[in-house]
């Protein structure tokens, strides 16, 4: 009895915080195949609101607006392509969460790997302009007036504590 317990928490704990897709049941198609589709869709889909969430994912409003348009495009008899760039027309890349590779985009593509090169470019440069041998400063032995001031400053602070 307790071990099934202890199990019944366990599997409670793991799926607690498993997302909870914000589609309701009004929105969705009594078609499976569609409902997929549209699940699919809508999960490559931003929402506006949130931004950093699908449209599947977010509950406010603009969103069950999108998620519903999606459906009825399907319904309309559209092809996935077709409602994506249907979205894409009405809202801009932005819709996307997976922005396209076009010249649009390409600074959102390209400015990783020119910050790397970038970064790679200036530690060569670096280690080309650094003076050869001297990677650790000379070390020099204090003389004997030197280690006369550091004893004294060394005793002026042990005095003051």
Not at 4 to 13: G, I, N, W
Not at 27 to 43: K, Y
Not at 119 to 134: D, E, K, N, Q, Y
């Amino acid at each position: 009895m307790m071990r099934s317990v202890r199990f019944l928490l366990l599997a409670l704990a793991l799926l607690g915080p498993a997302p909870a897709l914000a589609v309701q049941v009004d929105e969705i198609l009594p078609d499976p195949a569609l409902e997929a589709r549209a699940r699919t869709i809508s999960h490559d889909l931003r929402c506006m609101v949130c931004q950093n969430q699908s449209i599947d994912d977010s509950e406010a409003p603009l969103a069950r607006d999108l998620r519903l348009l999606v459906r009825e495009r399907l319904k309309a008899g559209d092809s996935d392509a077709a409602v994506v760039d249907f979205m894409v027309a009405r809202y801009g890349e932005f819709v996307l969460l997976k922005p396209r590779l076009s010249w649009h985009t390409a600074i959102l593509w390209g400015a990783p790997l020119t910050v790397l090169l970038a970064g790679l470019l200036a530690i060569g440069v670096s280690l080309w302009r650094r003076p050869r041998g001297s990677a650790l400063p000379e070390v020099v032995a204090l003389s004997e007036r030197e280690r006369q001031q550091l004893k004294a400053i060394a005793h002026t602070q042990l005095d003051g504590v």
